[in-house]
């Protein structure tokens, strides 16, 4: 299925700036505007931005904590009200680009993203830094699809994989490399920096877009709002994640944990049922028909699930195990952060020869080993052998992160490029959201069921069923529950007690995330090449 393109840019009647119909057809580009490589820095560089984020602000949180005098519970606000907003408005954000054009819907989430993040710098209270980070939230969800939209109108099939291979390069390098920034900041800046440095990238973006981006359309782009169809997929989205981000503290056997994973269910069976009697529908549901992007949407949950809830527990393993610095846990992960950047533009090649199948699989396979040798990680572990499982895991992940993508924008058509890419996006946010609430359940249960009894058998005192209650929550994120004033012959054995807990936990946690990527491998088979990746390109001069 071929689509053709029309161009609106920015409203502007110039002839240099419109696109033929026919996207066989390329005509040459005009200057820089719609040069398909300098599109993608354009795009890469607002998209670090949002990435970055989602990782930079964890090394931020006691910084911020200690300033502004938040409890636990408020400091967690900062990442989940960013998350919940993102996830829950991702796939209509890519509406909005489908219906207005990517090139608008990016230049404002950038706008919006950097204006955000300079706000939250200069907020004097938890309350307003929770509500900024949710309108980073928003915004980012604008810009991930309208990238992903831009890149598809702009680059030819055989181009796409490459380009595709390059943006997961610069969202898994800024994913891996945001504990190592954010460490330096913090440490000779200030918490605030971490925010502060999004507003010139955010700025460099916004200039780039302006002169470089071209506002690619489909003739048969949406010309109406699903609203219903927004509220119930928004309704649904936001019960889902809010369980997932709940359930640790209300418990998984809890009724409102339930009652919220049961409203979710409910209002995707509605919003399903009324998108086949609107007559433009949020997201036609025929897309679903296509084995391919399901399997595609499928496998970006699982890779998901995999890689964020395992790297959750590492960085606990690094920084309160092995005691090292926020700086030194990110060096650790270069290995990984540069595997994916060496990895994705070379996948993108691969893909473009031999097809997604293959590479698909193939590192969904080399994830599942990466994630069972990190399974097998102590408290002795020395950094070459931490850095093989970690090279290997970004090895892995790198063509998972191209292909999928892939295969979800390359098999919707033009006309919907914006929504397949919120559906990629939503699927990556739904799975770190299920792999953290999912593993750390895991991890939470080997820590409970285990403590007593390694306690026990040490010879330490024994404690009340407050105190133990007190101590497994400290053991699963690594920290030894030394009361203050203890002998240091007593310390000792606590803390070995609470390392070798939470290593047997983090070991249980890895190998189910391997569970899951050997379930990745087999949904990887059900994929293929993009249908619809011809019906981009239509400008030529690559």
Not at 61 to 76: E, R
Not at 363 to 391: N, P, R
Request: with cysteine; proline share 5%; hydrophobic share 55%.
């Amino acid at each position: 299925m071929t689509s053709q393109t029309t161009i609106d840019a920015a409203g502007s009647g110039d002839k240099a700036d419109r696109v033929p119909s026919d996207p066989s057809v390329q005509a040459p580009a005009a200057g820089l505007r719609g040069h398909p490589w300098l599109t993608l820095i354009t795009v890469a560089v607002g998209v670090m931005m949002v990435a970055l984020d989602g990782t930079i602000v964890a090394i931020a949180n006691p910084a911020i904590q200690k300033d502004l005098g938040a409890t636990f519970a408020q400091v967690q606000w900062i990442t989940n009200g960013y998350f919940l907003a993102l996830a829950v408005s991702l796939i209509t954000a890519g509406k909005l680009g489908d219906r207005f054009g990517h090139r608008q819907t990016f230049l404002i989430g950038v706008v919006g993203f950097a204006a955000a993040s300079g706000a939250i710098g200069l907020s004097d209270s938890i309350g307003l830094v929770v509500t900024f980070r949710v309108f980073q939230g928003l915004f980012g969800a604008l810009l991930m699809p309208a990238a992903l939209g831009l890149l598809r109108a702009t680059f030819p099939a055989e181009k796409l994989n490459m380009a595709i291979g390059i943006w997961g390069m610069v969202i898994g390098a800024s994913t891996a490399g945001g504990p190592i920034l954010g460490g330096v900041l913090v440490e000779h800046v200030n918490w605030q920096s971490v925010f502060f440095i999004n507003v010139p990238v955010g700025i460099l973006a916004l200039v780039l877009g302006v002169l470089i981006l071209r506002d690619h359309r489909a003739e048969n782009a949406p010309r109406s709002f699903d609203i219903p169809g927004i509220v119930l997929l928004s309704g649904a989205m936001f019960c889902l994640v809010w369980a997932l981000i709940k359930a640790p503290e209300w418990g998984w056997g809890a009724g409102l944990t339930w009652a919220f994973i049961a409203g979710s269910v409910l209002l995707f069976g509605l919003f399903s049922f009324w998108e086949t009697r609107v007559k433009e529908p949020l997201i036609p549901l025929g897309l679903f028909r296509s084995i391919p992007l399901s399997a595609g949407v499928v496998l970006m949950v699982l890779m998901a699930i995999a890689f964020m809830g395992g790297l959750f527990f590492v960085t606990f393993y690094l920084q309160n195990v092995h005691g090292m610095s926020p700086i030194d846990a990110g060096l650790h992960l270069l290995p990984l952060t540069g595997m994916m950047i060496v990895g994705s533009p070379l996948a993108g090649a691969m893909i473009t020869k031999l097809g997604p199948r293959i590479p698909l699989a193939g590192g969904m396979a080399a994830t599942a080993i990466a994630m069972y040798g990190m399974s097998t990680l102590d408290t002795d572990t020395g950094s070459a052998v931490m850095s093989i499982w970690f090279a290997l895991l970004g090895l892995g992940l790198a063509p998972v992160m191209v292909g999928a993508t892939e295969v979800i924008v390359g098999n919707a058509p033009m006309e919907l490029s914006g929504v397949a890419g919120g559906l990629q996006q939503a699927g990556m946010q739904i799975g770190g959201s299920l792999g953290t609430a999912v593993l750390g359940a895991v991890m939470a249960s080997k820590v409970d069921s285990a403590l007593p009894g390694n306690w026990t058998d040490a010879g330490l005192p024994k404690l009340s069923s407050e105190q133990l209650a007190q101590a497994s929550e400290a053991v699963q994120v690594g920290v030894a529950p030394v009361p203050e004033g203890t002998p240091a012959a007593v310390a000792g054995k606590i803390t070995a007690v609470a390392h070798d807990t939470f290593i047997s936990g983090m070991s249980l946690a890895s190998l189910v995330a391997a569970g899951v990527a050997i379930v990745a491998v087999l949904v990887a088979f059900l994929t293929k090449r993009g249908e619809n990746a011809e019906a981009g390109a239509g400008v030529g001069h690559i």
